[in-house]
Nanobody, 123 residues
Framework: QVQLVDSGGGSVQSGGSLRLSCTASGDTYSTYCMGWFRQAPGKGREGVATLNREHDTRYIDSVKGRFTISRDNAKNTLYLQMNSLKPEDTAMYYC?????????????????WGQGTQVTVSS
């Protein structure tokens, strides 16, 4: 069992930066695939970035070069550094976790979810 708590969202202007954090409980955290997902109003949930236990990363094309996913296993914390934010990045962002061996950008593959943190980017 893994419990996740998201934080770090807020409102910024276009071009600004935010760093999201996700603190996990559970002694198997370091082996899990971790990811960030987002859901804009009226749209489905989409994968933004994932990071496996070998620190291999995947990103959705629209955030490549702007967002960076990372983890600090000593602190049981996952991060998403978001730079050069655009209005289309506005969404509720969720961190998620699943057992290892599969680490995709597909929300249905993930087992555990945080409560979400809102990111709003104004033009």
């Amino acid at each position: 069992q893994v419990q996740l708590v998201d934080s770090g969202g807020g409102s910024v202007q276009s071009g600004g930066s935010l760093r999201l954090s996700c603190t996990a409980s559970g002694d198997t955290y370091s082996t899990y695939c971790m990811g960030w997902f987002r859901q804009a109003p009226g749209k489905g949930r989409e994968g933004v970035a994932t990071l496996n236990r070998e620190h291999d990363t995947r990103y959705i094309d629209s955030v490549k070069g702007r967002f960076t996913i990372s983890r600090d296993n000593a602190k049981n914390t996952l991060y998403l550094q978001m730079n050069s934010l655009k209005p289309e990045d506005t969404a509720m962002y969720y961190c998620a976790a699943r057992p290892p061996f599969i680490c995709t950008l597909t929300p249905a593959d993930f087992t555990y979810w945080g409560q979400g943190t809102q990111v709003t980017v104004s033009s």
